[in-house]
């Protein structure tokens, strides 16, 4: 028996008992967290043990492989869903607190498995185990019409997306006779181009692209992550995106290995990928500009970040077709998948600071943060490294991830990408700067100080830590992540 | 073509009802492919297997999301969404 199958039995085990706690009163508010806690703590050891030492070979027939690249991801979403778990004491939730884990452990164990699938038939399912609770606790304040409107609008449109990857699916199957993904690319691979082929890819590209959050498809973002309690809102922009994201590595980067979408040259998935990025970037910088909010700002930047990221889909799909561009190929997605891991904490503790502020303050307004430095001096600290960081300030983590994808395309065809992505930082820098001297420099409408909780402190201080470790010391990560990609498509 | 109608309804209608059947006839338009695919190109059970994946994980978000239409229902007696408006900008 290996970990990443003990993994997800000890975390289905969870999910099912943590109803247990609903029918004693006096257990209700504590202990199912504790419980949860204990249980992601120890699937985020057996992961990692597992991403250092992976066992060979696939899991329960051929759906799951534990290959690094999932392990990876697996850590990822595990570690964020751990802070949110232990962060989520803080607020009162009524009779239903147990259900409320139960839901998040379902969802771990989605974004686990997800992250290992090997099949589309697990893919889907896993999809849907990850989305489901997510719709009810974007809800989960019953009483708020923000939350309910939130989590309709997120319901509906992740249900149509989740609509839109069966019937891709359904069309690759027709086409192959499969769902094992590496079965599905060789097929493919043999087979001429044909109008379906393209519609299956560019399906898969809307549906995965809902949860990653690529601009046309982003409009649910800002609604849901401002109207869902914010915790939760760390979860969809830290976790569940990311799981879109490894969904798509799994898939679209598999088959675009020996895929192009037409005969026409124009109209190919890397500058369909690439169009993508552009657009997505330049227009969350813009929108995030505008706002009055802090968590639609969060949401849009996080919307950037996404378009970031893509440039490595950009180049590892141009360049894996074109021998002269191979070495480009793995540094572009070595950056994307740095950027990803980068994204997730420093989103992270940022949505974690804003939700804190929120907690505190009762207020998500810019204006709030005004004099913040004076009033509550680690948040402030806090949220000023995140946002250098997602600006991609050196020498700070999001930096280096930034450089490893802008290096990839400024030779060849893709260098305007380049161009378009440090313009985009730059310009970022023009908001996230604004709040940091909203911070630092206003002045408070009150003086007084602001309790910040010690789990709070703990958990700003290991975020920090780990941004500025990666910033000072980026080889090790890198070089890890690079051995990542050497397994996902069929040489 | 049952996609397509899906799709047509996904974009016209407002009320949240038949955005949630909307979604059903998209979901049931991939599993009538999957049927007759299986039946008629490929004999290997894997389409079958896959439908009824399908139709419980529909059946699960069916619910769900009728669950939340319900909550909307009772905060604002309408599921109409062009009235969903308290977040924008």
């Known amino acids: 028996m290996d970990y990443v199958s003990l993994t997800v039995i000890l975390m289905s085990v969870s999910s099912l008992l943590l109803p247990i706690f609903l029918f004693d009163p006096k257990r209700r508010e504590r202990e199912p967290a504790y419980f949860l806690g204990v249980v992601l703590a120890a699937s985020l050891l057996m992961i990692g043990i597992n991403t250092i030492y992976p066992a060979p070979g696939t899991i329960f027939g051929s759906l799951l492989a534990s290959d690094r690249l999932g392990g990876i991801f697996a850590l990822t979403t595990l570690f964020v869903t751990l802070i949110v778990v232990i962060v989520s004491t803080y607020t009162k939730r009524g009779p239903n607190t147990p259900a409320y884990y139960s839901l998040l452990s379902f969802t771990a164990l989605g974004m686990v498995l997800l992250s290992y699938s090997q099949d589309l038939l697990i893919i889907f399912v896993a999809w849907e185990l990850m989305s489901l609770p997510t719709y009810v606790l974007a809800g989960f304040n019953k009483?708020?019409?923000?939350?309910?409107?939130?989590?309709?609008?997120?319901?509906?449109?992740?249900?149509?997306?989740?609509?839109?990857?069966?019937?891709?699916?359904?069309?690759?199957?027709?086409?192959?006779?499969?769902?094992?993904?590496?079965?599905?690319?060789?097929?493919?691979?043999?087979?001429?181009?044909?109008?379906?082929?393209?519609?299956?890819?560019?399906?898969?590209?809307?549906?995965?692209?809902?949860?990653?959050?690529?601009?046309?498809?982003?409009?649910?973002?800002?609604?849901?992550?401002?109207?869902?309690?914010?915790?939760?809102?760390?979860?969809?922009?830290?976790a569940t995106k990311k799981a879109g994201f490894v969904s798509a590595i799994r898939v679209l980067l598999a088959i675009s290995t020996f895929y192009v979408l037409?005969?026409?040259?124009?109209?190919?998935?890397?500058?369909?990928?690439?169009?993508?990025?552009?657009?997505?970037?330049?227009?969350?910088?813009?929108?995030?500009?505008?706002?009055?909010?802090?968590?639609?700002?969060?949401?849009?930047?996080?919307?950037?970040?996404?378009?970031?990221i893509l440039i490595g889909f950009v180049i590892y799909s141009y360049g894996i077709q074109n021998s002269a561009f191979l070495r480009e190929a793995s540094l572009g997605i070595t950056g994307a998948l740095f950027h990803i891991v980068n994204?997730?904490?420093?989103?992270?503790?940022?949505?974690?600071?804003?939700?804190?502020?929120?907690?505190?303050?009762?207020?998500?307004?810019?204006?709030?943060?005004?004099?913040?430095s004076r009033r509550m001096p680690f948040t402030a600290i806090t949220l000023s490294v995140a946002f250098l960081a997602l600006a991609g300030v050196p020498p700070l983590s999001g930096f280096w991830s930034k450089l490893l994808l802008f290096l990839s395309?400024?030779?060849?065809?893709?260098?305007?990408?380049?161009?378009?992505?440090?313009?985009?930082?730059?310009?970022?820098?023009?908001?996230?700067?604004?709040?940091?001297?909203?911070?630092?420099?206003?002045?408070?409408?009150?003086?007084?100080?602001?309790?910040?909780?010690?789990?709070?402190?703990?958990?700003?201080?290991?975020?920090?830590?780990?941004?500025?470790?990666?910033?000072?010391?980026?080889?090790?990560?890198?070089?890890?992540?690079s051995g990542a990609f050497t397994n996902i498509a069929p040489h | 073509m049952l996609f397509a109608i899906g799709i047509y309804g996904l974009l016209v209608k407002k009320n949240a009802l038949r955005?949630?059947?909307?979604?059903?006839?998209?979901?049931?338009?991939?599993?009538?492919?999957?049927?007759?695919?299986?039946?008629?190109?490929?004999?290997?059970?894997?389409?079958?297997?896959?439908?009824?994946?399908?139709?419980?994980?529909?059946?699960?978000?069916?619910?769900?999301?009728?669950?939340?239409?319900?909550?909307?229902?009772?905060?604002?007696?309408g599921i109409d969404v062009s009235e969903l408006k308290s977040l924008e900008g």
């Open chain 1, 143 to 238: 009483r708020s019409m923000e939350s309910n409107e939130a989590s309709v609008k997120y319901a509906v449109i992740g249900a149509m997306s989740s609509a839109i990857i069966l019937y891709a699916i359904s069309l690759t199957y027709g086409l192959t006779g499969t769902t094992q993904i590496s079965a599905v690319v060789q097929a493919l691979s043999t087979q001429p181009l044909t109008l379906a082929t393209s519609v299956a890819v560019l399906l898969f590209v809307t549906g995965f692209g809902f949860k990653m959050s690529i601009v046309p498809f982003h409009m649910w973002i800002p609604d849901a992550y401002e109207g869902a309690p914010i915790i939760v809102s760390t979860l969809l922009a830290a």
């Open chain 1, 343 to 372: 994204h997730a904490i420093m989103k992270g503790v940022a949505f974690l600071a804003a939700g804190l502020v929120l907690l505190q303050l009762h207020r998500g307004d810019v204006q709030a943060y005004d004099g913040l």
């Open chain 1, 409 to 481: 395309v400024i030779n060849g065809p893709f260098a305007w990408l380049a161009v378009a992505g440090v313009l985009n930082s730059a310009f970022s820098l023009g908001y996230y700067a604004w709040i940091i001297k909203r911070m630092y420099l206003d002045e408070p409408e009150t003086a007084e100080k602001v309790n910040e909780p010690y789990t709070y402190l703990v958990i700003f201080a290991v975020s920090i830590g780990l941004i500025i470790g990666f910033g000072v010391f980026p080889d090790g990560i890198i070089n890890f992540l």
């Open chain 1, 262 to 308: 037409t005969q026409n040259p124009i109209f190919t998935l890397p500058n369909v990928f690439a169009g993508l990025a552009l657009v997505t970037m330049t227009l969350g910088n813009l929108a995030a500009l505008t706002q009055k909010s802090m968590t639609r700002l969060l949401a849009y930047s996080s919307i950037a970040q996404a378009g970031y």
């Open chain 2, 19 to 77: 955005l949630l059947f909307a979604v059903e006839i998209m979901i049931n338009a991939a599993n009538l492919n999957f049927v007759a695919f299986n039946q008629y190109l490929w004999n290997n059970a894997v389409g079958q297997t896959f439908v009824l994946f399908s139709i419980a994980l529909a059946a699960a978000e069916a619910a769900v999301v009728l669950a939340i239409i319900l909550v909307a229902f009772r905060l604002r007696r």
